[in-house]
């Protein structure tokens, strides 16, 4: 039945391809694609075929295979999934304003030097909510040192996230007096959107940094938020993440992982503190 299908297609994606692929996305990517997304790959790589004007998948594998890092850069921006919005998870930020950043205060009190990494943040909700509740946090004029690293693997988001500029209907759950204090709207041409403020923007280093390969990344961090990204990883893979980010993390600082995910059987490094909020412990 599935081969009569793919023969009623503009291509044919057959299980030897689809194998191929899977095998291209673990070793780039890290991602285990179930057989599940066998329609999310056909509907989102056909416009790089079509782009290449390919007459199947074959032709499209042989150039991934061949290294291509050009091509390797589109097929993670087309497989790989960016769902997000501000404040998502909100029991994150919550605790992050009223438990997470007063200890880090007290515990830092002397370097007043925090660093917090949004890793796979897409198109900047995550790291963006970081930033207001820091603000809002931390009083003005206590002359703390914050800078927040936003990194993904996609480059499309990426360009999204660094020019802050939103649609209203991304910003439907953020406060009227958010809205008034973290946003600019849009006038005339610019009707209907609306931009981070620059004081925000000024926080956050946005970073293309895929989280299997190196990271050249300097020094350590106090909080990373990696929520909603190892779902996509097999066991092993997250574990030797999770080792990973131990390593960048400091004593007792956070890791902020997605409701569905947990480190249950992946680490012995954090414990968890509820909420799918994790402290290192060694």
Avoid at 124 to 140: L, N
Wanted: charge should be positive; include cysteine; charged fraction near 30%.
């Amino acid at each position: 039945m599935m081969e009569t299908m793919e023969k009623l297609r503009e291509f044919n994606l057959t299980d030897r391809d689809f194998d191929r692929i899977r095998n291209l996305a673990m070793k780039h990517l890290g991602i285990a694609l179930a057989d599940t997304k066998r329609e999310l790959v056909y509907s989102r790589l056909t416009k790089r075929l079509r782009q290449f004007g390919m007459s199947g998948f074959s032709d499209y594998c042989n150039l991934l295979e061949s290294g291509d890092a050009g091509e390797l850069v589109h097929f993670t921006n087309a497989i790989t999934t960016n769902l997000t919005s501000f404040f998502r998870e909100n029991h994150h930020f919550e605790a992050l304003a009223k438990s997470l950043l007063p200890e880090l205060m007290k515990r830092k009190s002397r370097d007043r030097r925090l660093r917090i990494w949004s890793a796979g943040c897409s198109t900047g909700e995550e790291p963006y909510s970081i930033a207001m509740v820091v603000k809002e946090t931390i009083p003005q004029g206590s002359h703390w040192d914050v800078k927040i690293l936003a990194t993904d693997i996609d480059s499309n988001v990426l360009a999204t996230a660094s020019r802050g500029v939103y649609g209203l209907e991304r910003v439907g759950n953020i406060s009227r007096q958010r809205l008034r204090q973290w946003f600019m709207k849009g006038k005339g041409e610019h009707e209907g959107v609306v931009k981070v403020s620059s004081v925000l923007q000024e926080m956050i280093s946005f970073r293309r940094l895929n989280l299997m390969e190196e990271w050249p990344v300097k020094g350590s961090f106090d909080v990373i938020f990696c929520r909603n990204v190892v779902i996509y990883f097999d066991k092993e893979t997250q574990k030797r993440l999770f080792e990973r980010f131990a390593e960048k993390i400091d004593d007792h600082g956070y890791i902020i992982v997605g409701h569905s995910e947990s480190l249950f059987k992946v680490t012995d490094r954090f414990d968890l503190l509820g909420q799918t909020i994790y402290r290192k412990i060694k």
